[in-house]
């Protein structure tokens, strides 16, 4: 059992860090653009073509595992992303970085895709629960604490040590699941690999990521936005029949007529456009709005992930009790409370009021999380454990982007409608015009996690239903 434990700290660390490099950049842009002379619309690119990858790549990666073997991807995976960290940090120019961010990106695909099939394996049902609790909250936590160790990184040192902080943690990961993870021979396969759907799907997420990039720059009306939907609507059509037809398929489509795992997925998925949604509107609100200075904002924002971080594991002890789908409810509840009083908001809400959501807020994630997680991984066969994994994996990176997304359009769009011009940053004299646009992302939050909420709550009661016919 130790062993297993240590394996886990192995999986978790290279979870916490490829999570990070998700949003830790963020803060760093415009330091980084003046540094390599580029624009601050230029930069945006090291964020977002790290995003990219790993979202089309992530679910071809979760194949690979199935068909020659889970551990050796994650490890591979690890020991790519050390090096493109690695490089990252020396300052060999904008096009290096760009390169470097991309290798990181492959690797992060190949540990995401497969890390939660590996802890589902290798832990019996009565442990799962607690060990993917785990593992879902050093992912959240990299996933939100970003942008806050980025700023203490960015106090002491230069952007450089953004990605190098993660080489040593890697080289230490990697050695320990040498030694812990199980790395069993893979039985030989007759499954080939779907090139052909690999390729449609990635041209498909690429796509899709740079239609979400156009609509916050230029707006829905934009032409280019019709034509890229247009054509995205068609890839995912041709990507269907491929998938379908294929004898081999990266997606095996069938996965997703398990109602458990479907719902799932989708739920989470919602709860990270909430929770990406704050991550990009309290830093606003805090700072630009209040007029805190960073330290102060920095101490109300790590209020979430700290609580997160002590609520997640006991919401996979819960879950081992009483059932995910009963805690994940409750954990949304939360989470819709919390929303609610945002919604509440004004330039002069106390702090203490602050502070109040934001525990609500954590212990939501908490909640529902993990126990939604052990639901997701325990409801498909054994054998479709590493397609499950980067299912769910791509589901909170498509959630995160489209939080960012979502949260960015509305604060603009609904700002722009009710000061009858188009404004793209922050309105300096006009704090009340933001505080409209704010509530209105938050009110998007709002529906999408009662939506998550509603479909938590069906598949609770379905179960039920089962039991009581039994």
Not at 322 to 351: V, W
Not at 356 to 379: E, K, R, W
Request: proline content about 2%; charged content about 10%.
């Amino acid at each position: 059992m130790v062993k297993k434990a240590v394996g886990l700290f192995a999986i978790s660390l290279v979870t916490l860090i490829t999570s990070l490099d998700s949003s830790i950049v963020n803060i760093a842009a415009p330091i980084m653009a003046n540094d390599l002379a580029v624009s601050t619309s230029m930069i945006e690119w090291v964020i977002s073509i790290y995003l990219m990858v790993i979202t089309s790549l992530i679910m071809f990666f979760g194949h690979l595992g199935d068909v020659i073997g889970k551990v050796k991807v994650f490890q591979l995976g690890t020991v790519i992303f050390t090096i493109g960290s690695l490089f990252a940090g020396i300052k060999l120019g904008f096009s290096a970085l760009l390169i470097s961010r991309g290798v990181q990106a492959i690797g992060a695909a190949m540990t995401m895709s497969n890390n939660f099939g590996i802890t589902t394996e290798i832990f019996s049902k009565k442990k799962r629960g607690l060990a993917l609790s785990i593992l879902t909250t050093f992912f959240a936590l990299g996933s939100i604490i970003g942008p806050s160790l980025g700023g203490f990184i960015l106090n002491v040192s230069s952007w450089s040590y953004l990605f190098w902080i993660n080489v040593p943690i890697g080289i230490l990961s990697f050695l320990i699941g040498l030694i812990t993870l199980p790395h069993k021979t893979q039985q030989s396969s007759k499954e080939r690999l779907d090139i052909i759907g690999v390729m449609i799907f990635t041209f498909l997420i690429c796509l899709s990521f740079y239609s979400l990039m156009r609509i916050q720059t230029h707006g829905i009306s934009n032409i280019n936005f019709a034509v890229s939907l247009v054509t995205v609507i068609v890839l995912i059509r041709v990507f269907v029949y491929r998938e379908k037809t294929v004898s081999s398929p990266m997606l095996n489509l069938g996965i997703f007529k398990n109602a458990d795992f479907s719902m799932g997925v989708i739920a989470a998925m919602l709860s990270f456009i909430v929770g990406f949604t704050s991550s990009v509107m309290m830093p606003y609100y805090l700072i630009n709005a209040r007029h805190l200075n960073t330290s102060f904002a920095g101490i109300l924002l790590i209020i979430i992930p700290v609580t997160l971080a002590i609520v997640g594991p006991v919401g996979g002890i819960l879950a081992d009790k009483y059932g995910g789908e009963k805690i994940s409810a409750i954990g949304l509840l939360s989470l819709i409370i919390a929303q609610i009083m945002i919604i509440s908001f004004k330039l002069t809400t106390p702090f203490w009021y602050f502070v109040v959501m934001s525990l609500l807020y954590g212990i939501g994630m908490g909640l529902f999380q993990a126990p939604n997680n052990t639901v997701i991984m325990t409801a498909v066969d054994k054998k479709f454990l590493g397609v499950a994994g980067s299912v769910n994996s791509f589901a909170r990176n498509l959630g995160m982007e489209l939080g960012a997304s979502l949260a960015t359009v509305t604060l603009y769009g609904v700002m722009s409608w009710k000061a009858g011009k188009k404004i793209s940053d922050y309105p300096v004299n006009d704090n009340q015009l933001f505080m409209i646009g704010f509530k209105a992302a938050f009110v998007l939050a709002l529906v999408a996690a009662i939506i998550a909420e509603t479909i938590t709550i069906t598949r609770y009661m379905k179960h039920n239903l089962q039991k009581n016919k039994k």
